[in-house]
């Protein structure tokens, strides 16, 4: 059972805007920044989003990330059969002297 | 370019213990908090601990607290992680990645470079 709450999947066509919920709680992203990492099957993460909104070099716009109270959102525009990929939130969570929570992952299928 | 390689994995034994190592190149390994994260087959990622830039302050998740020592080597840039007593659900990849520390605040951290994993199985 996961801190951070993501659906386990996700799906949509190509060219479709598709949204990740990730819910958490006031210890963790009700106080802290979120970050998204996306994972394709059998190679390791990337950053996709930091700081709630923000996108490192070399990741397309279609991404976007957005925060509000306790809940987090990673928006993907103009879906891409390569964005399929397992999404998961993360954040610093306050409580036990403090420690990184992942989402359990949200599996986004492009049909 | 920045690089992170893992190394150390095995087959291993119940009860027994690893050390497994991170290799850093292309940046200024200790200008950096590093952190481990683990996948065990078929699951999600799980945090398990993070040393800052001087190695002086680490961090743990509960689930190892008390079985990883976490620690690093500046003048090699390599980090490392010891696990003892391992058992069946110490199965997994783990990552190394490097951490983006804003504005000294481990709470506003993100994981902006993964290394691509060593394999951990834990069998009789």
């Known amino acids: 059972q996961s801190v951070l709450t993501q659906p386990p999947s996700a799906s949509g066509t190509p060219g479709q805007r598709v949204a990740i919920s990730c819910s958490g709680s006031s210890s963790n992203i009700g106080i802290n920044v979120v970050n998204w990492y996306q994972q394709v099957p059998g190679t390791a993460p990337r950053l996709l989003i930091y700081?709630?909104?923000q996108r490192p070099s070399g990741v397309p716009d279609r991404f976007s990330g957005s925060k509000s109270g306790t809940s987090a959102s990673l928006a993907i525009s103009g879906l891409q059969s390569e964005d399929e990929a397992v999404y998961y939130c993360a954040t610093w969570d306050a409580s036990l002297n403090g420690h990184v929570v992942f989402g359990g992952g949200t599996k986004l299928t492009v049909l | 370019q920045v690089q992170l390689v893992e190394s150390g994995g095995d087959l291993v034994k119940p009860g027994e213990s690893l050390r497994l190592s991170c290799a850093a190149s292309g940046f200024t390994f200790s200008d950096y908090y590093m952190t481990w994260v683990r996948q065990a087959p078929g699951q999600g990622l799980e945090w398990m601990s993070y040393?800052?830039?001087?190695?002086?302050?680490?961090y743990f998740a509960d689930s190892v607290k008390g079985r990883v020592t976490v620690s690093r080597d500046n003048t090699a840039n390599s980090l490392f992680l010891q696990i003892s007593s391992l058992g069946a659900e110490d199965t997994a990849i783990y990552y190394c990645?490097?951490?983006?520390?804003?504005?000294?605040?481990?709470?506003?951290?993100?994981?902006?470079?993964w290394g691509t994993g060593t394999a951990v199985t834990v069998s009789s």
């Open positions: 990645a490097r951490v983006a520390v804003v504005n000294g605040l481990v709470s506003y951290s993100y994981m902006d470079v």
């Open positions: 700081k709630n909104n």
């Open positions: 040393i800052s830039d001087d190695g002086r302050t680490t």
